[in-house]
């Protein structure tokens, strides 16, 4: 194995070095270990040049132009190029949506009665997402009409429409693009199916023709799949409304049972909330030695119950085998989604009981616990009760907790975002026509250690605000973010003059929490409605995206959906696309003239920085804004 990295090369989070030294010690091999021994990475499949969609492969086309040029089936670069991504595409959007199916599954079960534990927690959102599906709500009862949102939402799944429902929140404008261009998103599944189809040897072989595909599949995430996940969520679990917390891995406490909550949906951790904040397991806790339950997140089902619950956050991605490592942890409860399979591994060197619970997620090394919606609320309690039950098994040599949490605000859902401005969008549009607020921007996705971790989102982010630009952010980087210490109030001091005057009025960090991977949706759904309340197309606003760490095919679909909205994106890893270079040459330039945005690829943050600068200043000139 090459010489390890030292911590400091390896991240910008202080919790993390420490830790990684820690892991170091304790003889763990870590995500960054597995990387190096990984290295050189396949040159051919970084290209995307590499292909096994069949049995007469796996094929690669030489780069240089020496070596084979085709593959077996006579299938070229382009083609093979176009195929790799409109799968990762279908993927991405396949995760999201199969999230929200998983809901729209609770919410029909909450109707029908056979869901004790849940409930519906926001009637007045139900009532209103009815009324937007064309359901008269008036005269129906709560369940009944749970029941009739949750089958209607499931037709946007499978069934053949001409377009999924939440399309009539999009502006007129970009509605036209879509259908001028053939990409109106019909049904999640089918979108998805078809991409498989359409990549399989002898189907689509004309890969602007995949890609433009691969379009649709992601609006069918975005408008779709996601958009059910995060609205339902919000029927079922509460709106986020502004809430204080606190972020790092100086979150779990020495003296309590630490219980992890891990993965994206929250249809797990919110029955741990409920059960752990039960009087008779915080008193069995403490007859067993402990001051308390100690419930923190990681990742996206982190981000939930982050934004609705204030509970503590962890960390992201990189740090999820970090947080194993401090020995604090008597119970990690997983669901699916970015859960590395190394982590039973690393659990085994601590006392740490690992436990996985959806029937398509099985994990190595945990133990597999399912849920369901008829007895979610008694095997919570139960798992809550085993992990006070290990608390004694903690190897009190092994506990390091490495820092002192750092505050932040998080729970900016639209509706609180709106809330904040009185109920209106007015502050916002005068903020941006005056310039004290230039534009806004997206920054979301990953960590990946390919990038120095949490590098790109903190620089990126830090330079934004520093030039009057709003940042909304989701996912591992807005758990970056608040380890930076960007979501606090006292934060307005690293922002422009412009947004610093905003954050003051409005009482808001510049930075501003807008939730989970899903939650992405939240910031089409402003957009739009900032779209529509300035008569223009999505693609004419001051606005912008960026994913400096991303790593996951959910990503990948996140990205061309925001894009295909009208939203230009900057990446700060590059795809596997570089081997074509007409899909290189239509992502980052002709799906401009088609969609009105565009595809970036820059890893420097600073650099991206600059490019988001410069492309909100065209837009506003643009709008001829000063
Ligand atoms: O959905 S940001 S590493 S945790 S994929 Fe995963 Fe990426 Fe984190 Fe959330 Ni999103
Ligand atoms: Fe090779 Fe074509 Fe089969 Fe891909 S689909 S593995 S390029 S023969």
Known sequence: MSRRSKPEELTITQDGRIMIGKAERDGIETVWDRYQKQLPQCGFCELGLSCRNCAMGPCRIDPFGEGPQKGVCGADADIIVARNIGRMIAAGAAAHSDHGRDLLEILRAVGEGKAPGYKISDEGKLRRIAVELGIEPEGMDTLELAVKVAEQLEEDFGTRKKMISFVSRVPEKRRKVWENLGIMPRGVDREVVEMMHRTHMGVDNGWDNILAHGLRTALADGWGGSMVATEISDILFGVPKPISSITNMGVLKE???NIVLHGHNPLVSEMIVQAAQGEELVDLAKSRGAKGINLVGLCCTGNEVLMRRGIPMAGNHLMSELVLATGAVEMMIVDYQCIMPSLGDVAKCYHTKMVS????????GMEHREFHPETARDLAYQLVKEAIENFENRIPDKVYIPTEPVSLISGFSVEAILEAMGNSLNPLVDAIKSGDVKGAVGVVGCNNPKIKHDYGHVTLTTKLIENDILVLDTGCAAIAHGKAGLKQLE????????????CEALSIPPVLHVGSCVDNIRILVIAAALANELGVDIADLPLAGAAPEWYSEKAVSIGCYVVASGIFTVLGVA????GSKNVVSLLTEGLKDLVGANFAVEPDPNKAADLIIK?????RQKLGLP
Do not use: C
């Not at 619970?357 to 190595?364: G, H, L, Q, R, V």
């Not at 492309?615 to 837009?619: L, P, S, V």
């Open 255 to 257: 003296d309590h049972v």
């Open 357 to 364: 619970t959806s029937d398509k997620a099985k994990f190595p």
């Open 491 to 502: 934060a307005k001091s690293k922002a422009g003059p412009g947004l610093r005057k905003v």
């Open 575 to 578: 795809p596997p696309v570089l």
């Open 615 to 619: 492309h909100i200043e065209n837009q």
